[in-house]
């Protein structure tokens, strides 16, 4: 079992700065590849960025390529999503998910999630 909770949301202008923390607990924490999912209103759950058990792979989204950062801290069971220059349509809720699917993209793949930090980027 994992358990996981997100952290970190809030409302930024456009161009601003947010960290997302997601904390873990459980076993299988170093065991899993961790990823972060976004929804917007009246949208899919898509992927936003993804980080292998050693924290040595990262995948993004095109979307999110050179302004987020996912990283990993396995002493403290915790993985950061550091997202600048925020868009306006990076406004959602995000999610932090586990898997055992090396750096998946795909949400259904993904095992366990937390319940989600709502992200709003507005002027």
């Known amino acids: 079992q994992l358990q996981l909770v997100e952290s970190g949301g809030g409302s930024v202008q456009p161009g601003g700065s947010l960290r997302l923390s997601c904390a873990a607990s459980?076993?299988?924490?170093?065991?899993?590849?961790m990823g972060w999912f976004r929804q917007a209103p009246g949208k899919e759950r898509e992927f936003v960025a993804a980080?292998?058990?050693?924290?040595?792979?990262?995948r993004y989204a095109d979307s999110v390529k050179g302004r987020f950062t996912i990283s990993r801290d396995g002493a403290k069971n915790t993985v950061y999503l550091q997202m600048n220059s925020l868009k306006p349509e990076d406004t959602a809720v995000y999610y932090c998910a586990a898997t055992n699917t090396f750096l998946s993209t795909f949400s259904s793949e993904y095992r366990y999630w937390g319940q989600g930090t709502q992200v709003t980027v507005s002027s």
């Open positions: 980080i292998s058990r050693s924290g040595s792979s990262t």
């Open positions: 459980g076993r299988t924490f170093s065991a899993s590849t």
